[in-house]
Nanobody
C-alpha cells in the first residue's frame, strides 16, 4: 500500500509561485511513478508532471513546461511541484498519484495521459490564481 498526502496549495496572484508537497510512504516499487494531476469542476483530470523515482526522469504537460518543476527529496520521502509564473487557468485541485511503473512507462518517462492507471491517490490540495 502507498499513502500520499498533499500540502502547499493556496491563493496567489497571476505571475506568482507556489510549491506543492506530496509526502509519500510505501514500498518503493509500488510508487516508481509519482505524478501530479489537476482537476477543475466539470473537467477531466489532467496530467501535469511525472517523475520516475528510480532515475528522476520527468515528463511535463505542454501547458506547464518551463513554469513547473517536479522533484523528489529521497531523505524526506517527499515529491514537490514547484509552480512559477502561475496563471488563472492553473487554478484547480491538484492531486499527487503513485503507481508501479508497469503499464505506465512510456520509454521516456511515466505517462501522465492515463490517470486511471495510477493506483494510489492523495486527497488533493486547492490552488487558486487570481488575475
Amino acid at each position: 500500500q502507498v499513502h500520499l498526502a498533499e500540502s502547499g496549495g493556496g491563493s496567489v496572484q497571476d505571475g506568482g509561485s507556489l510549491r506543492l508537497s506530496c509526502a509519500v510512504s510505501g514500498a518503493p516499487y509500488m510508487r516508481a511513478c509519482i505524478s501530479w494531476f489537476r482537476q477543475s469542476p466539470g473537467k477531466e483530470r489532467e496530467g501535469v508532471a511525472s517523475l520516475y523515482s528510480l532515475d528522476q526522469t520527468t515528463i511535463y504537460a505542454d501547458s506547464v513546461k518551463g513554469r513547473f518543476a517536479i522533484s523528489q527529496d529521497n531523505i524526506e520521502d517527499t515529491v514537490y511541484l514547484q509552480m512559477n509564473n502561475l496563471k488563472p487557468e492553473d487554478s484547480s485541485m491538484y492531486y499527487c498519484a503513485a503507481s508501479p511503473s508497469a503499464g505506465l512507462w512510456g520509454g521516456a518517462g511515466c505517462l501522465i495521459a492515463y490517470p486511471g492507471k495510477y493506483r494510489f491517490w492523495g486527497q488533493g490540495t486547492q490552488v487558486a490564481v487570481s488575475s
